[in-house]
């Protein structure tokens, strides 16, 4: 499959010359599905080891790779990293937060866990030193406004983010923490519609949760299930 834009470092090159000692590249998946949780991958990587890393080969756009491209890579990707996570946020949180608080919830919950495995914001007092930039896909910066709001975690170490269009295109970190997430998603989709025999008649595991004509054409006829965002028009077929 042809790729018409390869993921650069040029970003985190600049953030890390600006002072960054870690860089984090944030993208999230199923803020469209119909059902099941959203999802924010986050992949970091130390300033330090800017000048030994290449991007890795065969990272895209997610959304650009086959299936069996991203199944491929995603091993790969993950030791790439210094660190990666996966944040969620479930099918009932979103429909009372609203997808937006809801992502940032998901993304400040990835941070949490990429911090507490690197070891930073423990009693350590160099770990409270490190200075941490973000990279998130898209115009809008939904982490910092969910920071310190209702029901968001406590994150030790402050992440400064730097919003990127199409980061997922351009910045390595981001492409990586995008097919992260994909693949993780995907992999819980197929599971969650083989766990129950009331889940079989949407077919996730072939579209994931999003909204197939088949797919609303379930709903219509059995209705939501317990994991579908019953806050959204669920039979529409705009």
Not at 7 to 14: F, I, M, S, V
Not at 25 to 51: H, K, Q, Y
Not at 124 to 152: E, H, R
């Amino acid at each position: 499959m042809a790729v018409s834009e390869i993921p650069t470092l040029n970003l985190e090159h600049e953030l890390a010359s600006q002072g960054a000692d870690l860089i984090i590249g944030f993208d999230e998946v199923g803020r469209g599905s119909l059902a099941g949780p959203a999802m924010v991958g986050a992949a970091a990587i130390w300033s330090r080891d800017l000048t030994m890393l290449s991007v890795p080969d065969g990272v895209a756009d997610s959304k650009m790779l086959t299936e069996h491209r991203r199944e491929a890579i995603v091993e790969p990707l993950k030791h790439w990293c210094a660190a990666y996570a996966i944040g969620q946020v479930t099918n009932h949180e979103i429909d009372q937060w609203g997808i937006g608080h809801a992502l940032g919830i998901a993304a400040l919950r990835a941070i949490g866990d990429i911090e507490q495995s690197l070891g930073l914001g423990n009693t350590d007092q160099s770990a409270n030193s490190v200075t941490i930039a973000g990279i998130l896909d898209g115009p809008y910066d939904y982490i910092t406004k969910a920071i310190d709001t209702f029901d968001a975690p406590t994150i030790p170490v402050p992440v400064t983010i730097t919003t990127k269009v199409k980061g997922d295109r351009h910045c390595a970190t981001v492409a990586t923490a995008a097919v992260i997430a994909k693949v993780t998603r995907d992999h819980l989709m197929v599971e969650l519609a083989h766990s129950k025999p009331q889940y079989a008649p949407y077919a996730w595991e072939h579209n994931k949760g999003y909204g197939s004509a088949a797919h609303r054409e379930a709903i219509a006829t059995y209705g939501p299930s317990d994991l579908h965002r019953v806050s959204w028009n669920l039979t529409s077929h705009k």
